[in-house]
């Protein structure tokens, strides 16, 4: 590295803002297509991984919602019937949540 702050390879000399990149490729004889790929592949895979865990605390979420929902139910319905149709109307109400967040991964 000079004083200038800019790098030197087979007598070229690369500025580190705007060129370290091509600069360390060329120097370790590495593609720089193959490169900007491999990061590219990784941004993706982090934003994959970002969107899994959010959508896993959504469901976690909608579940916990159900589940007092349930207890709610239990707790106040006084006809059977009745707090079987709320119960089973929950469950459809959740499950609807559910694969709302879950079908755009796949």
Not at 5 to 19: E, K, L, M, V
Not at 86 to 96: D, E, R
Request: with cysteine.
């Amino acid at each position: 590295m000079g004083t200038s702050g800019a790098y030197q390879c087979g007598g070229r000399q690369f500025h580190p803002a705007t060129q370290a990149i091509t600069f360390r490729c060329e120097c370790a004889g590495i593609d720089v297509d193959e490169l900007t790929a491999d990061a590219g592949r990784s941004n993706r895979a982090e934003k994959y991984d970002m969107g899994l865990i959010s959508v896993l605390i959504g469901v976690l979420v909608i579940v916990v919602v159900g589940a007092i929902c349930f207890w709610a139910i239990d707790k106040f319905a006084a006809d059977r019937r009745l707090s079987q149709l709320l119960k089973l109307l929950v469950v459809l109400i959740c499950l609807g949540a559910i694969l709302q967040r879950v079908l755009p991964l796949i």
